[in-house]
């Protein structure tokens, strides 16, 4: 998911972070981040890469908009976040098959969204926005899930990745999902905001979805956490027969 939010900040946002660069430490390297930023869209494919940004910037237009002008936030996040994903998903879908298919893929997409994820940091904290460290905070937390996802995928491979998780711990692989969805949401509406890519939109709701995103980034923290034990062959036997899980 955080391969979309760096393709999202590095078109979308790289007219508010040139600006910033002057700000921005030496050791951002800035010129390494751009030749990342590069390689990966080789990588996807100027094709998918350019329906990426097109879905992306119609969630601004449309979804993010609503989101960030709201009369009513809480009731219509749920309808929004579900209109969200169903405008971004097939291209994500096309985007995680090639990735999965292309060799060094993995290595090369933490690399790009770390970096990228360094740089939005500062940017973010650079807005003075007072509820920034909660927009950093989920953030690291998205950039974390993939990661993990991506040696998770090296280690024991797609399928037995797959296999396990249904097997061995299906609700909280649901559950983690579902705070991803809202969580990946709430950021990129709140970062929209903060950065001046949405010019137009309520105070109050912006500083809504901030707060959420660090509790959304908690719990998606937890699920992990628990996923992780579940995968580990001898950790989940040691908590099958302590009672803890059932098989």
Known sequence: MAVAIAIYARESLRGVALPLASAISEDTKVVELVGAAKRFRELVGEELAKELDRVLDEALANEVYKALNSDDLEREFPELVARFWAR????LIELNTRLSR???????VKGVELDLGKVLAKVIRGSGYRYAENLVYALSVLIDRDVWI?????RYGVEAVAKRLTERGLEPLLNLTGYTMYLTFAWVS???AVLGLVKEFREGNRDVLAMWCREYAKEVESFIDTLDLLLDDEVYTDLVELGVVKR
């Open 88 to 91: 971004i998903s097939l291209p």
């Open 102 to 108: 292309a060799p060094g893929a993995a290595e090369l």
């Open 150 to 154: 991506l040696d998770k995928v090296s």
């Open 190 to 192: 709140a970062t929209a």
